[in-house]
């Protein structure tokens, strides 16, 4: 559709004059329709850059967008969409994340919508209803977004879309956007738009985890990150001392997650993985290179060969006692010795889009109270896996992990001395986290937090408690797990993804911006 050489150059250059002017497309091409679809997507400067000129505007856009791009994500892809979004929208709503905190973003563009709509401003109002967000970049940018969204606790918070630009791409498969890299030409970049406004609307479960250890007599146990974390580490931040979460003498963090938490040898392997790209960024230019050096780390870091290479203070049940809340009592969850890795798990995709909780057989479901992973039931999953050949098992068509339970809380008690570290991830995020030898006061605690929306393609594998199409249980399948079910609920907190939230040096009190 886009034509070639000079007259190319002269389409791109109209659109920017277009979008920079908000005025009406006057390229002729065709029909129009082209040019006509691309302003169900647009919105004026007035909106969007505060002290602008206020102008009457005759059509209102079906699908408004706000675009938020990792440009370090998939080689060099995210540099390429960035310009081909900002060739194709008004370059004003298309934001860079290396030099646009998103928090900010939002706040702005909210508080000016406030304020129009206050002045009986009824084309933002509209703006305001319709509007979505994409994210393009990999499953940690995609839950920095989420929590940013979180976090604001914006008035109609809008759904948001993701664009797969990471190694395993798990959230965006989830809800349908596919898990390789895409294409980043105009004609692509404009069907994914249309794609968003098709994109229906599904709300999903958000995870909070706080992490508390008292100060240890030496050394330091804040989390590690491999080399340096551009944003996922807002998964812990160290509350301020004013915060209730904090207590006297303790180290307290706290985070979120929409996918999965895990800890043990998966983790350990993402972060081999993670501060090998940080070392040498110019090796992980595409997505196909990143899976197999992914693959390489798994055998060198000994996770297919765990038991002969891994000492047993690495099982989970010699690393961690687990309880899970269950009818408003903490329970033991038995977690057999031959697990090296554990999984909380909220979507259907793990490890490249994988499902390791699979469809429970109906018998067995019933005998254990166990159900379909809905994303949007206050549940999530808790997976075991042995070892990387373990892991292999969900490739079969009826494969799954070890299940051991499903709950809307969860809480690891590290043993004292067990390991000087263990490994954790958090969507795709890993860090290595130091243990006190002198203490065994570390505890990381998992419990539900409200919802955010997604938006969903018809390839969504996800599933809605609420959807009359969600199948029940009821498919046969072989189960070889370890027990356990759920119950219960929390406060609502505040990820910490927005800088707003966030606890660097200085003190801020929680109290003056909730």
Not at 89 to 108: C, I, S, T, Y
Request: hydrophobic share 35%; proline share 6%.
């Amino acid at each position: 559709m886009v034509a070639r050489g000079g007259k190319g150059s002269a389409f791109r250059f109209l659109v920017r004059r277009w979008c920079a002017s908000s005025l009406p497309f006057q390229i002729a091409m065709g029909d129009g329709s082209y040019d006509r679809a691309l302003r169900e997507f647009c919105i004026p400067d007035y909106i969007l850059v505060p002290g602008s000129e206020v102008r009457s505007a005759s059509h209102v856009p079906a699908c408004p967008v706000i675009v938020f791009i990792n440009s370090k994500s998939g080689g060099q892809l995210g540099g390429e969409l960035l310009v081909s979004y900002s060739t194709l929208l008004n370059k004003n709503q298309v934001f860079e994340l290396g030099k646009n905190a998103p928090d900010k973003v939002l706040q702005r563009l909210y508080a000016t919508l406030e304020m129009l709509k206050h002045n009986g401003d009824n084309f933002a109002a509209e703006i305001q209803n319709r509007l979505r967000i994409i994210v393009a970049g990999g499953d940690g940018t995609a839950s920095w977004l989420l929590g940013v969204v979180s976090d604001l606790k914006l008035p109609q918070p809008p759904p948001i879309a993701t664009v797969p630009l990471g190694t395993g791409n798990n959230l965006p498969f989830a809800f349908g956007w596919g898990k390789k890299n895409p294409t980043t030409d105009l004609q692509s970049v404009a069907s994914f738009l249309n794609d968003v406004k098709a994109a229906k609307e599904m709300k999903i479960d958000s995870w909070h985890i706080i992490m508390r250890m008292k100060a240890p007599k030496e050394g330091s146990c804040d989390p590690i990150a491999p080399l340096e974390l551009p944003h996922a580490m807002h998964a812990f931040h160290r509350v301020s001392s004013t915060d209730k979460l904090n207590l006297e003498g303790y180290h307290t963090y706290r985070g979120g997650f929409w996918n999965y938490f895990s800890m043990g040898m998966d983790a350990q392997v993402s972060y081999a993985f993670h501060s090998e790209r940080k070392s040498n960024p110019e090796k992980f230019k595409n997505q196909l290179y990143n899976q197999s050096a992914y693959l390489k780390l798994g055998c060198t870091q000994g996770w297919f060969f765990s038991s002969l290479f891994q000492s047993s203070s690495r099982n989970i049940a010699q690393l961690a006692k687990v309880k899970i809340m269950k009818k408003g009592h903490w329970e033991d969850l038995h977690i057999p010795r031959s697990i090296r890795s554990i999984v909380c798990l909220n979507l259907p995709s793990f490890s490249g889009g994988l499902n390791p909780w699979g469809t429970p057989n109906r018998k067995k479901s019933i005998y254990r109270d166990l159900t379909l992973p809905y994303v949007d039931d206050g549940l999530f999953e808790v997976v075991g896996f042995r070892d990387a050949w373990h892991g292999l098992v969900l490739l079969a068509p009826n494969g799954h992990g070890t299940r051991l339970a499903q709950a809307n809380r969860i809480r690891f008690e590290f043993h004292k001395g067990a390991a000087d570290c263990t490994f954790m991830r958090i969507d795709g995020e890993p860090w290595k986290q130091p243990l006190p030898k002198d203490d065994d006061t570390v505890v990381v605690e998992i419990s539900h937090h409200g919802q955010v929306s997604m938006l969903a393609t018809p390839l969504c594998r996800s599933k809605s408690i609420h959807d009359p199409s969600s199948p029940t249980v009821d498919h046969e399948e072989d189960d070889s797990s370890d027990e356990e079910p759920p119950e219960d609920s929390e406060e609502r907190r505040k990820f910490g993804a927005a800088d707003t939230f966030k606890y660097p040096d200085g003190s801020i009190d929680i109290a003056h911006i909730s």
